[in-house]
């Protein structure tokens, strides 16, 4: 596979982790909801691997509705799930009804783990990957509205 590769399949048929970017230029783009950084031509071919309801390799406009070329600094994250940096940036953590539960939970009640495995499957887990570390534009309503539908929180960029 070209491009970074296509990042290893888990048993759901969920990447184990997204494609590294084919080049640093000014084709590089990130993704509006999870920050993912990839090459224009890699969302286009593959997707985003921590969005695919936003349907980026079917409807080659969403890839320019919802990933933006304008984003600062890019940092390379292998444990999302553990790393200071993730929760920092609020990669690391997984949205279940609008509520941030931390992935690293060690007293979940039967009902939180469900509501987590339901949420991996569906991408409420970001996987390791290249990220931006700020976008300054939001996803268009129409594609917030597609999160929402699939239970996914979108969170918006911080204005300054």
Not at 17 to 43: M, N, W
């Amino acid at each position: 596979m070209r491009g970074g590769g296509g990042g290893m399949m888990d048993d759901d048929d969920r990447a184990t982790h997204a494609q590294i970017p084919t080049s640093f230029g000014p084709e590089l783009r990130a993704c509006l909801r999870c920050r993912l950084v990839k090459t224009y031509d890699q969302f286009r071919q593959n997707g985003c691997e921590n969005c695919p309801f936003l349907e980026m390799d079917k409807e080659h406009d969403n890839v320019v509705n919802c990933t933006t070329p304008n984003f600062t600094g890019i940092i390379s994250l292998m444990d999302p799930s553990r790393s200071w940096a993730a929760r920092w940036l609020r990669i690391g953590h997984l949205c279940i009804s609008g509520i941030q539960e931390r992935m690293d939970m060690t007293s979940c009640c039967t009902v939180a783990l469900t509501k987590i495995t339901h949420l991996h499957q569906s991408a409420g887990r970001f996987i390791p990957g290249c990220y931006t570390l700020a976008v300054s534009e939001e996803l268009p309503e129409e594609y917030q509205g597609i999160c929402q539908e699939n239970n996914v929180q979108y969170v918006p960029p911080k204005r300054v």
